[in-house]
């Protein structure tokens, strides 16, 4: 097995700074937190730190540099695009599996997304030129960075697709799967409007799938807070796409059995 797939015990030498972890049953709070820093230098790790997010709190908005990157934990961050008339739309969204601000990592130092916390949680705050020296040093983070890359542009092709050729229903039941999976958790606690930004819909289209859904017993709904109850039913509900973004990620989500 690869080291970047492995199960990643570091800390045990020099304390573990950042508290321990939410699950010793899974692979990590966010395998590429794991990787970044068991192969950066001991001495580099003084400024990096849990930090609690606020649901809604932004990370980074308009041309700034990105001095922070961020490794969610137990959250999710939605980024968007923005427009001049004050319009925006979501293109991507980060939970356990991934890193906020990878943009710093690719040559781009600024960015004109805004990321913004869709749930309240904890997530790694790690200095972002820490994490380019570890880059540019460890082929173990860097193959790992790029492996994650390709799953981000399968994701972005996917969702162009799921838009245009499956139905809201099968696309609330993706979306709502894919948010599970990167909160390690059944419970979402995400409002019928930011799941309709999420899938790129009108409110009352996600208010009907989610109707239709809970009636089936699928789910449990009350306001912003969803409980997945019938994890087999939803998938069979859903579209294809969620298969192959669950492969596409399988190297950095957790498994089924760690929830």
């Avoid at 041309?63 to 008339?85: K, Q, R």
């Amino acid at each position: 097995m690869e080291p970047w797939l492995a199960v990643l015990a570091w800390g045990e030498g020099i304390g573990w700074k950042m508290g321990e972890r939410t699950n010793p049953n899974h692979v990590g709070d966010n395998v590429l937190a794991d990787i970044l820093m068991r192969e950066c230098h001991h001495h580099e790790l003084h400024d990096h730190k849990i930090v609690s997010v606020s649901k809604n709190e932004i990370l980074y908005a308009g041309l700034i540099e990105i001095g922070f990157m961020y490794f969610p934990i137990d959250m999710i961050v939605s980024l968007t695009c923005d427009l001049s008339s004050g319009y925006s739309a979501e293109f991507r969204q980060i939970g356990c599996e991934g890193i906020v601000g990878i943009a710093a990592l690719m040559g781009g130092h600024t960015t004109r997304n805004t990321a913004i916390a869709q749930t309240s949680g904890k997530a790694y705050r790690i200095p972002a030129d820490i994490i380019q020296q570890t880059f540019d040093r460890s082929s173990d983070f860097r193959r790992a960075i790029m492996r994650y890359m390709q799953a981000l542009m399968q994701e972005a092709a996917q969702r162009i697709v799921c838009s245009r050729h499956h139905a809201i229903q099968q696309q609330f039941c993706r979306t709502l799967l894919m948010a599970s999976d990167r909160l390690k958790s059944e419970h979402v606690n995400l409002t019928h409007e930011q799941l309709a930004i999420a899938i790129g819909c009108r409110r009352e289209a996600v208010s009907v799938a989610a109707g239709k859904i809970q009636t089936a017993g699928l789910i449990d709904y009350t306001y912003g807070r969803i409980t997945i109850l019938d994890r087999t039913g939803l998938e069979a509900g859903c579209c294809e796409c969620y298969g192959v973004l669950r492969q596409a990620f399988s190297a950095f989500l957790p498994g089924q059995s760690a929830r």
